[in-house]
């Protein structure tokens, strides 16, 4: 089974282009942090297709949080020297905003709320 899932943000705004027949190609790099690492931080690229690629151009920007699901693929070839050359690429097949539009409006502020703790048996009918 070849199944990647990652959460992170995007580094910058989306790359798209179309192929000659029509499709689109949507790229971008995603910073994830290690977990349990502190001040960790792995980039990576990836690349859409289709109607992914689509909804990656129309709905995603530099610093949104998002979830995706997809596969690595190899990128092996033989350069003009002869020499084999090992490479890889990230596919999205699917992707998920991992936060509300409003956690990423400010995402680096802390919470104001005044919450309070409540009791569950406050206002119950019974004693």
Do not use: C
């Amino acid at each position: 089974m070849n199944k990647v899932i990652m959460m992170g943000r995007l580094t910058k705004d989306p790359e798209t282009r179309t192929t000659q027949d029509g499709k689109a190609i949507t790229r971008f790099s995603l910073a994830v942090d290690r977990r349990y690492v502190k001040e960790a931080t792995d980039f990576f690229e990836m690349t859409t297709f289709g109607k992914t690629a689509e909804f990656a151009a129309k709905y995603l920007k530099k610093g949104t949080k998002i979830l995706t699901e997809g596969s690595v693929q190899n990128n092996n070839y033989t350069n003009k020297d002869g020499q084999k050359v090992y490479g890889f690429s990230f596919v999205a097949d699917s992707i998920e905003f991992a936060e509300s539009k409003a956690g990423r409006a400010d995402a680096k502020t802390e919470d104001t709320h005044d919450w309070q703790p409540v009791d569950a048996m406050d206002g119950l009918p019974f004693n």
